[in-house]
């Protein structure tokens, strides 16, 4: 069984990597990387889907693909 491809660095994501935020060692959010520092992902009730920066919150700890 693969562990996939954990990339740490913001600059190392590719287009359609999931991208996870934690806070404690406990992940809290995830989102999908949609190139040019941005992504893709709901962003509160009441909000909606929403495109940010992939860095729009602290607890960015890394992203990548599944497989």
Do not use: E, R, W
């Amino acid at each position: 069984m693969s562990a996939g491809n954990l990339k740490t660095s913001t600059s190392a994501l590719s287009v359609g990597d999931l991208v996870f935020y934690q806070s404690g060692g406990t992940i809290y959010h995830v989102a999908i990387y949609i190139g040019g520092g941005q992504v893709v992902h709901a962003n509160g009730y009441g909000q909606g889907v929403v495109i940010t920066g992939v860095t729009y919150d602290a607890g960015f700890c890394g992203g990548g693909s599944p497989v």
